[in-house]
């Protein structure tokens, strides 16, 4: 069985920040709902269904440069589906400490087996 809990760098580049040198925040969720799918794969005989239902919350801006962690851990697990939970931090200058940037919850749902057709109309 594959690991549940991933851990992902991620860094901050010109290229995916405003002029002002801060990420733009569709590029850090679209990174963050790929890295979400990473602790359920193996769960999937086929391709990853479309996510479900999500969270998504900004705490801070992240600039240029920084260093990113994208941490995703599959948190549950139920008849349903699965729910992944992500907390992006960066590192604090001259501490051990790290700050959250933006956290997320995503639900991946179980494929569904789809009844056959063969009802007759009356």
Request: proline share 4%; net charge positive; with cysteine.
């Amino acid at each position: 069985m594959k690991a549940h809990h991933i851990n992902t760098p991620f860094l901050v580049t010109k290229e995916i920040s405003n002029a002002n040198g801060f990420l733009l925040p569709h590029v850090l969720y679209d990174k963050i709902k790929t890295v979400a799918s990473y602790p359920v794969k193996e769960f999937y005989l086929q391709d990853i269904p479309n996510i479900g239902d999500f969270k998504f919350k900004m705490y801070k801006n992240a600039f240029v440069n920084d260093k990113l962690t994208i941490q995703a851990q599959l948190v549950k697990q139920d008849k349903d589906g699965y729910w992944v939970n992500i907390t992006v931090t960066k590192a604090k200058s001259n501490t051990n400490h790290q700050e959250r940037i933006c956290s997320a919850l995503f639900d991946f749902p179980l494929e569904k087996t789809y009844e056959s057709a063969n009802r007759t109309a009356c």
